[in-house]
């Protein structure tokens, strides 16, 4: 069975540039979570789905941040505008019952 | 509100010793517990969680950890470490009405002295 993907790896960006961040859960996993993991901290949680709707978004910066699953499988998280303070680790999860991480995507904005 | 608080940031021990990692949860009712590992420039993975029933839940590699609901806690604990053990270890709680959130504490990181 495949894990959860994330692509890319790794970016590195100026301030103000844009990034998208891409998961493909589990096969048939209908909640998907998005985490910032922040360097020598816990995940914590920006947004998750249940399918297709966003069940909460309330820690996700909406000025700037935005996250979509269209079809209640893939997901997008975008950064519209980065600052050096989203510097961090990415991590898509998804799960029924127990979460199920992804390697996570390491952004670096200088 | 529920939370999860690791107040050891960092734990040295020597191979072959004994380890507890500590860790403390609030959530009203009775929660989903988990403890997840993380070795450098990977995702989370699960060791161990504990749902109901037998308060002392076995995990991967040796791990095992106690449900203590009178004392909020969920330590997790090994025997004997070995080096490979060295990484940081976070412990979580979710939510077990409605949708699932889970909650994650800050994290301890283990090294093993060979």
């Known amino acids: 069975e495949a894990g959860v993907t994330q692509s890319p790896r790794y970016a590195v960006l100026q301030e103000g540039q844009a990034v998208s961040f891409w998961c493909d859960p589990i096969s048939g996993h209908d909640t998907l979570y998005w985490y910032q993991q922040p360097r020598d901290q816990g995940p914590q949680l920006l947004v998750y789905f249940r399918d297709e709707a966003v069940i909460d978004n309330s820690q996700l910066p909406s000025d700037r941040f935005s996250a979509v699953r269209p079809k209640g499988t893939n997901s997008t998280l975008k950064i519209q505008s980065a600052k050096q303070g989203d510097t961090a680790t990415y991590l898509c999860a998804s799960t029924p019952g127990t979460l199920y991480f992804g390697a996570g995507t390491r952004l670096s904005v200088l | 509100a529920q939370s999860v608080t690791q107040p050891d940031a960092r734990v040295t021990v020597s191979e072959g010793a004994s380890l507890q990692l500590r860790c403390k949860y609030s959530y009203s009712g009775t929660p989903y517990l988990f403890w997840y590992v993380q070795y450098p420039r990977q995702g989370l993975q699960l060791l161990l969680k504990?749902?109901?029933?037998?308060?002392v839940v076995q995990g991967v590699n040796g791990f095992e950890a106690e449900f203590i609901k009178s004392n909020s806690s969920f330590h997790l604990r090994k025997a004997s470490v070995h080096w490979s053990d060295s990484a940081v270890y976070f412990c979580a709680v979710m939510s077990n009405t409605g949708y699932q959130n889970f909650y994650f504490g800050k994290g301890t990181s283990l090294t093993v002295i060979p």
């Open positions: 504990y749902y109901s029933g037998d308060p």
